[in-house]
């Protein structure tokens, strides 16, 4: 794994349109020209939803979409922050009073977190105020991590502005924490690729502690992201963490049920790691110990033996309080079982047998159909592009990121793949207005990007 810190590269801007364009706009913007710019890549996870937040290992690779931010340090202690994109609104504050707003995920915000992070991590005192201009060419709520590549790309912007240094993993480790401070519950596995991640690879990433290997994918098969246009913000809605919650709810009652020490589990893989079972047993007792149908908050104190107080103070999120039922069957099968497909696809990528791109899809379509109807993280738009790309020849596909909207990645043969690509734009954009409106940067085929990098002009 290419640990140490984030590489610095020296490029000519001549050869950079996107760069002296944004140049420009920062000069007329502040009065001064930037010192240096920072670019954070977004990301496709291509297997493995839901289950980072739970100790599991993920796949994803980086896309070449990203944020990049233009930053000039300044003696004033003030971050001002403009976007070029004239939707987003300008924003300034004192670096000595970050406040971040929970229950409106603006743009801004992002980029707090990723400098509190920073500013916290060294006790920075006086730290140095910037000017910052942003642009982003990742499709905001669409599954690809711009929320995530956002606190990354500001967590680098302010440890390079603030002379400081660390390795990736110990960024991805802090920009993960710190993204938690907009109310997300997420497990790290955004914050790492957008560090970790190498040119023409993707990433088997596992937690605790942080490590990616390299995951060669097969040559004979493309990767193509359709956005289905439906927007999906993890921050403003309680989907994401109400599922979060329930697979800590399963990991308490799977403890209790087995005499392990329940209140120290905080996720499904500590049980599994706690009782030495494979997750093809884990699978096995999740029918044992649990009942389809939903649990009430009142049912799980009783099995707990608790109080409705504790459970809310001592278990339930600030954001997870007035929920009433939780689906914790569905989620602990989800979980166990998508964490087995995450390991079969690295073991088939590596062995590379004939039918490895069959294979891969089969595991791609297994996953889409736990992620509906286990999880229940998918929406109807999701499932008709999916069966669209199914249709057009994808080996496999399945909704990646969050879910609720966003995007789906297929895995589709090469020689297959121009006339894939015009049959999706047919069948799924070319029907509606608004996805019409949306379809320039909605459909296209990706290989595995570099990870977060600073710039400096040659």
């Known amino acids: 794994m290419a640990s140490g ?24 913007k502040f009065g001064s020209a930037p010192k240096f710019y920072v670019r ?28 990049l931010i233009m930053v000039e340090p300044v003696k004033t202690q003030v971050i001002q922050l403009a976007n070029t994109n004239p939707l987003y609104l300008d924003f300034s504050t004192s670096v000595n009073n970050i406040q971040i707003n929970q229950t409106k995920p603006l743009w801004h915000n992002y980029f707090l977190c990723g400098l509190k992070g920073i500013q916290e991590h060294f006790g920075l005192n006086n730290p140095t105020g910037m000017n910052c201009l942003l642009d982003g060419t990742i499709p905001p709520s669409s599954g690809l991590s711009s929320s995530s590549a956002l606190v990354c790309c500001a967590g680098l912007v302010t440890l390079t502005a603030n002379g400081k240094n660390l390795s990736k993993v ?5 920009c993960t924490k710190s993204e938690r401070y907009i109310g997300t519950e997420g497990g790290g596995m955004d914050q790492s690729i957008s560090f970790l991640a190498e040119e023409g690879t993707a990433k088997l990433i596992e937690f605790s502690p942080l490590r990616a290997t390299d995951v060669k994918l097969p040559s004979g098969a493309a990767f193509v992201i359709a956005n289905s246009c439906v ?3 993890k921050a403003a ?31 499904l893989q500590d049980v599994q790691v706690e009782l030495g079972f494979s997750l093809e047993e884990m699978l096995t007792i999740v029918e044992e110990v649990f009942h389809p149908e939903p649990y009430s908050i009142q049912e799980i104190c009783k099995c707990l033996g608790i109080s409705l107080e504790e459970l809310r103070t001592q278990i339930l999120s600030q954001n997870t309080q007035d929920v ?14 998508e964490a087995a497909r995450v390991l079969e696809f690295k073991k088939i990528c590596s ?36 069966d669209i790309c199914l249709q057009f020849g994808a080996i496999g596909s399945r909704l990646t990121g969050a879910g ?20 999706v734009e047919q069948a799924y954009y070319k029907t509606d207005d608004q996805r019409l409106a949306l379809e320039n940067n909605s459909l296209f085929a990706t290989k595995p990007g570099g990870g977060a990098l600073v710039l400096l002009e040659a």
């Open 231 to 233: 927007e999906m913000n």
């Open 404 to 423: 609720w909207g966003g995007c789906t990645v297929s895995m589709v043969p090469t020689d297959k793949l121009t006339s894939f690509l015009k049959n």
């Open 324 to 337: 009433t039922t939780f689906k914790l069957y569905q989620r602990a099968k989800h979980v166990y079982s």
């Open 170 to 174: 110990e960024l991805a480790e802090i």
């Open 40 to 67: 954070a890549p977004g990301r496709v996870n291509l297997i493995g939803e839901h289950i980072d937040y739970c100790g599991y290992a993920v796949l994803p690779m980086a896309v070449e979409q990203d944020i």
């Open 351 to 386: 062995e590379a047998p004939a039918n490895a791109v069959q294979l891969l899809g089969e595991l791609m379509n297994q996953s889409h159909i736990s992620c509906r109807d286990m999880y229940e993280c998918s929406c109807p738009e999701l499932d008709q592009l999916v």
């Open 5 to 28: 810190a984030p590489a610095t590269l020296r490029v000519p801007l001549a050869q950079q349109p996107r760069l002296l364009k944004m140049k420009e706009m920062f000069i007329s």
């Open 237 to 267: 809605t309680s989907h994401y963490n109400i599922r979060v919650m329930e697979c800590r709810l399963a990991t308490k009652l799977l403890s209790k049920s087995k005499g392990l020490a329940w209140k120290k589990m905080l996720k």
